[in-house]
């Protein structure tokens, strides 16, 4: 049975920076595909950033060009690396994985993701 945990969350001022990562136990994330949803208050899950086995990624166009997913296969292990962060940013970030398949329909839907971390926090305000 694959297991994440997160880590890396916290608070930070805007147009800081951080760092989320996950660390997958019980099986091999190499061949999954994997990414990143959050949720602020009040409103649905969204679908962040992912990344298929082969290298393929989709980014919500919110964080296009701000975030970057990236993959450790020999760590077991993904990241989501946040730039230029906004208010709008704050929300409760977990990863996600699941069976390979096309990641930019995947990503747009939280139920096509089996595993899901519990979360972590990340604020952004001044």
């Known amino acids: 049975q694959l297991q994440l945990a997160e880590s890396g969350g916290g608070h930070v001022q805007p147009g800081g920076s951080l760092r989320l990562s996950c660390v997958a136990s019980?099986?091999?994330?190499?061949?999954?595909?994997i990414g990143w949803f959050r949720q602020a208050p009040g409103k649905a899950p969204e679908g962040v950033a992912c990344?298929?086995?082969?290298?393929?990624?989709y980014y919500a166009g919110a964080v296009k060009g701000r975030f970057t997913i990236s993959r450790d296969n020999a760590k077991n292990t993904m990241y989501l690396q946040m730039n230029s962060l906004k208010p709008e940013d704050t929300a409760v970030y977990s990863c996600?994985?699941?069976?390979?398949?096309?990641?930019?329909?995947?990503?747009?839907?939280?139920?096509?993701?089996?595993?899901w971390g519990q979360g972590t926090q990340v604020t952004v305000s001044s």
């Open positions: 019980g099986s091999a994330l190499e061949y999954n595909a």
């Open positions: 996600v994985a699941d069976a390979a398949g096309a990641v930019q329909a995947m990503c747009r839907h939280r139920d096509r993701f089996s595993y």
């Open positions: 990344i298929s086995a082969d290298g393929s990624t």
